[in-house]
């Protein structure tokens, strides 16, 4: 599994496949206020975008490499404690 919760931060890493956007929207729907860190994804299936995408939850960290460090995530990444990016 590539989704971890650690208190209130919902961690995404590695491959991420479509069975983990079930696992995530279990996870948003029981903590609506947890952040969803994205700093360790590499591949993110478009399952588990569209659940971010539907439910816009505060998305913080930049992968390090790939196409998702691309401001793939732009639109949805927190710009810190104000919420989300408005553009």
């Not at 360790?40 to 196409?67: D, F, I």
């Amino acid at each position: 599994m590539t989704l971890r919760i650690h208190g209130g931060v919902i961690l995404l890493g590695g491959n991420c496949p479509a069975g983990d956007a079930e696992d995530l929207l279990r996870a948003l729907r029981d903590m609506p206020e947890a952040i969803v860190d994205i700093g360790g994804v590499v591949k993110l299936h478009m399952a588990v975008l569209q659940v971010l995408l539907a439910l816009l939850p505060v998305v913080r960290g930049r992968p390090e490499s790939g196409t998702l460090s691309q401001d793939m995530f732009r639109r949805l990444i927190s710009d810190g404690d104000s919420g989300q990016e408005s553009f």
